[in-house]
């Protein structure tokens, strides 16, 4: 079956304008979550939803950072007025449900970059 | 504070066996331990999840401890297309936040 897949593969951008990405998980998951990987760097944790409900947002780096996620399925994560540090490449994957035992499914990420 | 650290890299050549080895201080009674790899330009993929003792599977083993603050995750016989960042998972709900490894950047040569 299909896995996740995110969009734009690519994208860049001027700091100040806004952007949006995409994440379709797989079909039936329950559970979302975004990362963020900076250049060498490993994985940032930033949100995790399950279903449409995100019970902790602490992790997104800013409040230029925003995430929905609407019919348990698709999920956005907006930036506003991006800055050169938000680039990076941005994950997305899925799990069946939540917890420690669910294995997390990757989508080919996001390349972001602010200008 | 909840933290999992992990060498940073790690030389190998082929033929070998290569074991890497994670903390993960606070892990929760119920929390698993899964370990992932990662291909440059390619998301993270799973190799392997254990609880407590011995898993083994197909690519990889994973050996935890009775106290499960660490996990080794141990690859037979390495190739060259083993060459990756491997990440460890020691937790799946730290407050909401799930905690990765740094990610050991493994190089396997000929």
């Known amino acids: 079956g299909a896995g996740v897949s995110q969009s734009p593969s690519n994208k860049v951008t001027e700091k100040g304008k806004d952007v949006e990405l995409r994440c379709d998980p797989i079909?039936?998951?329950?559970?979302l979550y975004w990362y963020r990987q900076s250049l060498g760097q490993g994985l940032e944790f930033l949100i995790y939803?399950?279903?449409?409900?995100?019970?902790?947002k602490s992790g997104l780096p800013s409040d230029r950072f925003s995430a929905e996620r609407t019919g348990g399925s698709v999920s956005t994560l907006t930036i506003q007025r991006t800055q050169q540090e938000d680039s990076a490449v941005y994950l997305c994957a899925s799990s069946p449900g939540w917890g420690g035992r669910e294995t997390q499914y990757f989508g080919p990420g996001t390349r972001l970059l602010v200008l | 504070l909840a933290k999992t650290t992990q060498p940073i890299s790690m030389d190998s050549y082929e033929g070998q066996e290569v074991n890497i080895t994670c903390s993960h201080n606070?892990?929760?009674?119920?929390?698993?331990i899964t370990w992932y790899q990662q291909f440059p330009s390619q998301g993270p993929r799973f190799i392997i999840q254990g609880y407590k003792t011995k898993v083994t599977n197909e690519v990889a083993s994973l050996f935890i401890p009775a106290d499960r603050k660490s996990s080794t995750l141990s690859l037979p016989r390495v190739s060259l297309s083993d060459t990756a960042v491997y990440y460890c998972?020691?937790?799946?709900?730290?407050?909401?936040?799930?905690?990765f490894g740094q990610g050991t950047e493994l190089s396997v040569k000929p």
């Open positions: 939803f399950q279903g449409n409900s995100a019970p902790d």
């Open positions: 998972l020691g937790g799946g709900n730290q407050g909401g936040k799930l905690i």
């Open positions: 079909s039936g998951h329950t559970a």
């Open positions: 606070n892990i929760a009674t119920n929390d698993y």
